[in-house]
């Protein structure tokens, strides 16, 4: 079982930036893909990044791409987002999620309760 606990949302004007963080609980924290989703208001819940249990590969929805940076701490059971020129249209709750790195983009096995950014224009 896996605890997931999302922290750092909040509001920030257009262009700025915002590092998510997420506290995972567990002692088997390296062995879990880690992956960040977000769900805008009336739309469904979408894929954002994820990265493999080493840290070493990491992958990005194309509308983040080059803005958002994810990466853990196996040391800390931390994963974070870092989010720079965020848009508008990058508002949503933002949740975390673990699970297998072949199949957490469709299936996460256990889920944050989510932090909110609001990004203003």
């Known amino acids: 079982q896996v605890q997931l606990v999302e922290s750092g949302g909040g509001l920030v004007q257009a262009g700025g930036s915002l590092r998510l963080s997420c506290a995972a609980s567990?002692?088997?924290?390296?062995?879990?893909?880690m992956a960040w989703f977000r769900q805008a208001p009336g739309k469904e819940r979408e894929f954002v990044a994820r990265i493999s249990g080493s840290g070493a590969n990491t992958y990005y929805a194309d509308s983040v791409k080059g803005r958002f940076t994810i990466s853990r701490d196996n040391a800390k059971n931390m994963v974070y987002l870092q989010m720079n020129s965020l848009k508008p249209e990058d508002t949503a709750v933002y949740y975390c999620a673990a699970g297998i790195y072949i199949a957490i983009i469709k299936t996460p096995n256990y889920w944050g309760q989510g932090t909110q950014v609001t990004v203003s224009s």
């Open positions: 567990g002692r088997t924290f390296s062995t879990y893909a």
